[in-house]
């Protein structure tokens, strides 16, 4: 696998840069494990620390990947996840249900989606698959969220409402909130797993694959 160029990135996503500097130890620490199938960087926090990951739609070991984007920004995944532990998705998807303009709007982001991922590899396995519960349903809003982040406003509106929940402003950093950094982000309750950020890295883990 190949880094693609940068023209070809920013055709995947308006806010794509390269892989730079250290990016690969930030994503890693952010993540708890290595950002597996890394290209690109979806979208940066105010500071350059990598907000989104683009992901390769084939990982090294030969295993299709449909997830192109993912929110890697440990602030970003926290507030969103506890959007999604109030239960807010339902509102989405009552949405969704009943207001057919955001629901074709939602297939749009869908079809977008693909087409952004089929420029680096047409990977059969997951053709016409994308993630985050599109095109019918929202069920992961770090996916449709990074989507949003790294494409710009417009194109996955769910993605765009929730990073308006959530107070997203590219013009400021929380990477240094001692609340919010890095070791933080396990959940009360979750320490019984160990280590810092291990409960995280196994539950987006998850959740990527879906
Ligand atoms: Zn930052």
């Given at each position: 696998m190949e880094y693609p160029k940068l023209d070809v990135l920013k055709k995947v996503a308006a806010n794509a840069t390269e892989v730079a500097g250290n990016d690969r130890e930030v994503l890693t620490a952010q993540l708890g494990r290595d950002p597996r199938g890394l290209v690109g960087i979806g979208a940066r926090c105010a500071c350059g620390a990598p907000a989104v990951t683009i992901t390769w739609p084939?990982?090294?070991?030969?295993?299709?990947?449909?997830?192109?984007?993912?929110?890697?920004?440990?602030?970003?995944?926290?507030?969103?996840?506890?959007?999604?532990?109030?239960?807010?998705?339902?509102?989405?998807?009552?949405?969704?249900?009943?207001?057919?303009?955001?629901?074709?709007a939602h297939e749009r982001a869908h079809a977008s989606y693909v087409a952004r991922r089929d420029l680096l590899e047409k990977v059969p396995e997951i053709a016409g698959k994308s993630a985050g519960g599109m095109p019918e349903r929202v069920k992961c809003l770090h996916a449709l969220a990074g989507?949003?982040?790294?494409?710009g406003p417009g194109v996955c509106p769910a993605g765009d409402d929730a990073l308006e929940m959530i107070g997203w402003d590219p013009a400021v950093c929380h990477c240094a909130d001692s609340d919010d950094a890095g070791a933080g982000l396990a959940e009360p309750g979750s320490g019984a797993t160990g280590g810092s950020g291990v409960g995280l890295a196994s539950a987006s883990g998850a959740q990527a694959q879906a």
């Open positions: 084939r990982l090294l070991d030969g295993s299709p990947f449909p997830t192109l984007f993912y929110l890697s920004l440990p602030w970003a995944v926290k507030q969103i996840s506890r959007v999604e532990s109030r239960g807010d998705m339902a509102l989405f998807n009552e949405r969704l249900a009943t207001d057919p303009e955001y629901a074709a989507y949003a982040l790294a494409v």
